[in-house]
């Protein structure tokens, strides 16, 4: 009986690289990438050879001039004596807390309205789809420049509030104003307050929000730990204990001592003189930009979150009924995170579409990323190519963290296959 044996492989050859499939497939890629970067660099190249014979360099020492020019209500301390840089971090925290507030409110607006295009009655789902369609129709910088007139030419200013007879009155139990010029809403005061912790460069946080956000991060691990001994003891016996009540105490009681233990209290804003002092005054820019991302965004949520519903099976609805579970039931333990699976991937590009549609803001003056390094450091340093490629990488650096972080939480929704 002779054993039967493989053919030898011929030897490599260089004509394999293009008539080989094993070889011909890496031989186009790498050509493919040498032309790329060989394009690359020309145009490098070519960009720095036009800058020379323009009398310009390729430069970002700009960064470290000084700015002389204000920013309104910045995040962080900042003055017209600062740099270029330091302003760029204020419009670069501008726009990631737009973007942030933007985000959580758009996906709680397309939740609901989302179900509630699904709801069984015909007015309210049809009003729910008129809104839809009118957000989804309508250039987002319309909308922006609507409801800034809003604000600016028809609310009042602040000293209509004034008097024993105001021409106006203060919304939520008095503790809002809307004005021409700026919200003005409460803002948290300590009768303890236990100092701050100085980072340098004139950053300072409150150590009352340091504990907070220890308190919350830990509870969350141990609320994490509880979850797991709960699945443990469910493996075991088949009876998976009630933790509900253990989950709300992690949570909420260490707040609750922290809130009585520094008094933590709201400060409402009040009239004084012209002007409303005590609370916070929002500026109308940033109240209405949020509100039309918000608005805007929300609308193409809405129509992801009912494609997503209307994806899971008709029967798993009919099986939660048969079992006895209400439709409010239904939707959030059945329904809901079935459709996850399908909502997630386009949600992610709608917060990049949010967090970029943020740039629109130089139309109503709020000073975020494109106002700052791509608008007055701009003009004011001529420095137009650095400033546009370095606004180009944090924007396409925010991007990919959103992207990456909600890529994760895809992969844990994801069905899983075996």
Known sequence: MSDITAPAQPSFRPSMLIYDRRYRSL?????????????????????????????????????????????????IPY?????????????????????????????????????????????????????????????????????????TEILPAPSAYRGDDPAWS?????????????????????????GELDLGARILIDWATIAFAVVLIGGWFVRKAVLAWAQRTQDR????????????AIMVVPSLLLIWYFGLHLIPPELKGFNFGGGLNVQNAFVALWLALTLYTGAFIAEIVRAGILAVSRG???????????????????????????????LISQYLNLTKNSSL?????????????????????????????????????????ISGVMNIH?????????
């Open 410 to 418: 895809n992969n844990r929704v994801k069905l899983k296959e075996r």
């Open 27 to 75: 031989t186009i890629q790498v050509v493919v990438f040498i032309l790329v970067m060989a394009a690359a660099w020309w145009l490098v190249g070519n960009t720095i050879q036009n800058l020379r014979a323009m009398g310009k360099d390729f430069d970002f020492g700009f960064l470290w001039s000084r700015a002389g020019y204000d920013i309104p209500s910045p995040p």
């Open 237 to 248: 016996t088949g009876d998976r204990p009630t933790t509900w009540w253990i989950n709300l």
């Open 170 to 194: 203060m919304i939520l139990f008095d503790n809002v104003a809307l004005t021409n010029r700026y919200t003005a809403i409460p803002t948290l005061g300590l009768t303890n307050d236990p």
């Open 361 to 401: 803001a130089i139309a109503v003056g709020y000073m975020d990323l494109r106002g700052t390094l791509g608008g007055t450091t701009l003009n004011q340093t001529g420095r137009e190519l650095e400033a546009i490629v370095l606004m180009m990488l944090i924007y396409l650096a925010l991007s990919l963290v």
């Open 79 to 151: 003055t017209s004596n600062d740099t270029h840089l330091r302003a760029t971090i204020v419009g670069l925290l501008n726009t990631i807390i737009i973007s942030f507030l933007g985000c959580i409110a758009a996906t709680i607006l397309g939740v609901a309205v989302g179900v509630a295009r699904l709801s069984n009655n015909w007015l309210f789902a049809r009003l729910m789809t008129i809104y839809v369609e009118m957000f989804r129709n309508i250039p987002l910088l319309l909308w922006i420049l609507i409801i800034y007139a809003i604000f």
């Open 316 to 346: 798993q609805t009919e099986a939660a009924y048969a079992l006895g579970m209400r439709s409010n039931k239904t939707m959030n333990l059945v329904i809901l995170p079935q459709a996850l699976r399908v909502i997630i991937p386009p």
